[in-house]
C-alpha cells in the first residue's frame, strides 16, 4: 500500500507539474520532421538508456490484417515494458525483439544481449539481432527484414516528413513518421501506408546493472496504441497511457499524405466490455478487451468515433503485454468508416 501512495504522488508530481511545462509535442507534431540526427541506437551510452525502433503495419490483407516490428535497446525502468527475468548480465544491455500478424502461430519474441548477440551502427544505418532481425535506417529509405521460425518479413519504407510526437521532452522523446510501404509477408506482396518510430529515454535505470526494484520503477501501468488507416492516404494514431490514475498522453494524430498533421487532444476512450483475463506464460493474468469505444472532437465538432471489436489472436510479447486486432466500426468527418486496426495493450493497474 504504501508503494502505491508514493508512487501516486510521484505521478502526481511528474504528469500534473512538470511534464505540461516541457513537453512540445503538440506544436512538434504539427510540423515537418526536422531532427533525422536523433536516430541513434545509443547501445553503448549510460545517459539514453533506451531507444526503440519500430516498423509498424496496421491494415495487411487476410489473413495476417497486421505487423509489428518492436525492438527496445535497454531496460526501460518502468512497470509496463520491463520483464526482468530476461534481463542480460547486464540489464542495460538487454535487448528485446517483438514481431507478428494475426496468422496462424506467427509471433516471434526474443530478449538478447546487445554486446554478444547484436551489431548495431552508431548512425542506425545497420541494425541487427542476431540471424533473426535487420533494419538499416537511413531516410527517408528504412529497410526490413525478419527471418523467424514462424514466418519471414521483407519491406521498404520510403518515409515522409510527417511526424507525431507522443513525448518530447530534454529526456524522451518518442516519435512516428507516416511512411509508405513495400514488400512482402512469407511470399505475399503487400503495400500501403504504414509507420516508422523511434524512440530514446533517459532512465534511472542506467544507474545500475541490476534490474531496477519494483519499488523504484517509474509507475506508468496502463498503455495502449493503436494504428488506423481509414484510406489509403489517411491514418491515425490512438494513444492511452496512465500512471496510477493520472493520463500520461491520450491523443489522437491524423495524418494524410501530402498534408499537415493534425492532433487532438480531446479524445475519450473506454473499454465497454471484458472477457476472460489473458494469462502469460508464467500465470500473470492481465484484463482483456473484448470491445472499446473511441471518441475525438474538436470544439463542439465530432472528429471521429469509432466502436471496435476485438477479433484476432492476442500476441503475447510487448512487454508483459500483448499486440492483436480489432474490426471497427464509425464515423469520420461524419463519413461512416469500418475496417481493421492495430492494438498494443498493457495493463498492469494496481486492482
Known sequence: MKKHVISRALSRAVIDGMLPLVDSRLTASRQPFDAPQIIQPHDTSRAWGVAHFGVFVPDLPEPYR????????GASGTELFDLDHLAATDARDTSTVFSSTAHADQRFYRAYDMHTDCSFTSDARRLRWAEDLAINVALPHVVVRGRYPQFDVDLKLEVTDQVSYFVKTPI???????????????????????????????????????????????????????????????QVLLTDVRARGRTACRLAHVRVLGRETEVYDDVHFAVTEYGEPLVDDRGNPMRRPRKIKWSVRDGGREVLTLIGAL?????????????????????WRSEPVSGSAYLEWVDVQPR
Open 172 to 234: 524522451y522523446d518518442h516519435l512516428s513518421l507516416l511512411a509508405p510501404y513495400s514488400g512482402t509477408v512469407d511470399d505475399v506482396e503487400v503495400s500501403g501506408l504504414g509507420t516508422f518510430e523511434y524512440a530514446r529515454i533517459r532512465t534511472h535505470q542506467a544507474l545500475t546493472r541490476r534490474p531496477m526494484p519494483a519499488q523504484l520503477k517509474l509507475p506508468l501501468d496502463f498503455f495502449t496504441y493503436q494504428i488506423i488507416n481509414l484510406d489509403e492516404r489517411t
Open 66 to 73: 497486421y505487423l509489428n516490428t518492436m525492438t527496445l535497446l
Open 311 to 331: 477479433d484476432a489472436p492476442w500476441r503475447l510479447g510487448h512487454g508483459p503485454g500483448y499486440a492483436t486486432a480489432y474490426s471497427y466500426t464509425g464515423t
